[in-house]
């Protein structure tokens, strides 16, 4: 319902822009009378854009476009505004239609300069962003992989102090800091592989409890390190 109400304000807007000149713009120079309801005519969309074609999605928690709107609405309504001030006073000095159409070439060409930064701004945002993802996905599945873990040792069930140790080891994954560096990364997916050889050997705790014992060791070194590791 929003989307329609904001489709008929915008196209009524627009009709008025174009009505207005009809009525009291001066025909007297049809060229110049032409490129002032094109200019208008452009101003107008690039400065209500928005309201057609939304540039960050509300639904999108992630808000990924948000971090470069600044620069598009400064583009865009910079455009709008200059635009509009160059069209009265080309109209006011009275030059001539050549002069005229140049200016605002040059203004429409500064724009889609801006416009293409603004885009370029996104694109980059939107990789970084997936990229902190993507840190942050694989130090959840390591923490996963250990309460996964856990749960094995407590339905074994493997002696207290095992799970004690575990549970110490668990708590101090809370501390953990997502980090873009490929050290990190390395380590995260050796973890996670390493808790999965481990995780088997509670199906026979009892047997296998020197390697239980040693295998979590080594698991509360490897995350030592990767405490120690960060960010490039």
């Known amino acids: 319902m929003n989307n329609i ?15 207005g000149w009809f009525i009291w713009g001066d025909r007297s120079q049809p060229d110049m009378f032409t490129l002032n309801i094109i200019v208008s005519v452009v101003a107008y969309c690039v400065m209500f854009v928005d309201v057609l074609i939304p540039w960050a999605d509300l639904r ?6 948000i971090g470069n709107s600044g620069i ?21 000095l009275d030059l001539a239609f050549i002069t005229s ?12 300069l801006g416009i293409a930064s603004s885009i370029v701004t996104s694109k980059k945002i939107q990789e970084v962003s997936q990229e902190n993802d993507m840190y942050i996905d694989c130090l959840q599945l390591m923490r ?37 560096s490929e050290r990190s990364r ?25 390697q239980i014992v040693s295998g979590i060791e080594k698991t509360e ?11 490039n």
Request: hydrophobic residues 45%; neutral net charge; glycine residues 2%.
């Open 5 to 19: 109400i904001g489709y008929i304000a915008t196209t009524l807007g627009l009709a008025l822009v174009v009505i």
């Open 60 to 65: 999108d928690k992630t808000q990924r476009r």
């Open 72 to 92: 598009r609405w400064f583009v865009q309504y910079g455009y709008s505004i200059t635009a509009i001030l160059l069209l009265v006073l080309c109209n006011i």
């Open 101 to 112: 159409l140049f200016l605002q070439c040059v203004l429409l060409f500064l724009f889609l």
């Open 144 to 180: 996963d992989e250990f309460d996964a873990v856990l749960q094995a040792a407590y339905d074994a069930p493997a002696p207290q102090f095992v799970i004690d140790k575990l549970s110490h080891i668990n708590d101090s994954l809370r501390f953990i800091s997502p980090s873009n």
């Open 186 to 210: 390395k380590m995260e997916n050796e973890i996670i592989e390493h808790l999965a050889t481990l995780r088997p050997m509670f199906s026979n705790c009892d047997i296998n409890i020197d």
């Open 221 to 231: 070194r490897l995350i030592q390190k990767r405490k120690n590791t960060y960010s």
